[in-house]
Nanobody
Framework: QVQLVESGGGLVQAGGSLRLSCAASGRTASTYSMAWFRQAPGKERDFVAV????????QYADSVKGRFTISRDKAKNTVDLQMNSLKPEDTAVYYC???????????????????WGQGTQVTVSS
């Protein structure tokens, strides 16, 4: 079992910044990757960014590339998402996901991740 706890969400004006953090505990020794997804009301949970635990290789959704940065601290078992130049369309609940092995579905598929946090709300006002 892996437990994930997100923090750092809130209300910010367009153009502002927020930093989300996700702390993992439990069976974290086998972590393969961790990712951030987001879900707006009435929509699917969409991929935002992923980081491979071994070498910090990252991938981003096109909609956030150049604005968001994912990073990890192996010693603390945390993954952060620095979000800059926020837009109203970034408004969503942001979820942290954990994957313990390479999956054929790929890192952008939410089904790849076996564990999720409870989510943290990010609201960007125009």
């Amino acid at each position: 079992q892996v437990q994930l706890v997100e923090s750092g969400g809130g209300l910010v004006q367009a153009g502002g910044s927020l930093r989300l953090s996700c702390a993992a505990s439990g069976r974290t020794a086998s972590t393969y990757s961790m990712a951030w997804f987001r879900q707006a009301p009435g929509k699917e949970r969409d991929f935002v960014a992923v980081i491979r635990w071994s070498d910090a290789y990252t991938q981003y959704a096109d909609s956030v590339k150049g604005r968001f940065t994912i990073s990890r601290d192996k010693a603390k078992n945390t993954v952060d998402l620095q979000m800059n130049s926020l837009k109203p369309e970034d408004t969503a609940v942001y979820y942290c996901g954990h994957d313990d092995a390479p999956q054929s579905l790929g890192v952008r598929n939410r089904l790849t991740y076996g564990y999720w946090g409870q989510g943290t709300q990010v609201t960007v006002s125009s």
